[in-house]
C-alpha cells in the first residue's frame, strides 16, 4: 500500500491544483462505431474503384499506344 501512497502523492505533486485531465474524453456508441466502419469501407471502395480503372486506362495505354502497328 505503501507504494500507492507515493503513487498519489507523485501524481498531486504533479499536479498540484488539481486540474482534471479527462474533459476531452468522447465515448463512441457502437452505431457511431459501425457508421464510421462504413464509412471507411465506402471510402475505400471508391479509391480501390478509382485505381483500378486507371490500371486499365495503363493497360490500354502501354498495349496501344506504344508499339507501332506492323504494316503488312
Known amino acids: ?5 507515493d503513487l498519489d502523492n507523485y501524481i498531486i ?3 498540484p491544483n488539481r486540474l482534471q485531465t479527462n474533459g476531452n474524453v468522447t ?3 457502437p452505431a457511431e ?6 464509412t ?5 471502395a471508391i479509391i480501390e474503384v478509382v485505381f ?3 490500371f486499365a486506362l495503363t493497360l490500354y495505354v502501354g498495349i496501344n499506344h506504344t508499339h507501332p502497328h506492323l504494316e503488312h
Do not use: K, P, W, Y
Open 40 to 44: 471507411a469501407f465506402i471510402l475505400v
Open 13 to 15: 505533486s504533479q499536479n
Open 27 to 29: 465515448i463512441l456508441t
Open 52 to 54: 483500378v480503372i486507371l
Open 1 to 5: 500500500m505503501q507504494s500507492d501512497n
Open 33 to 38: 462505431i459501425q457508421e464510421n466502419n462504413g
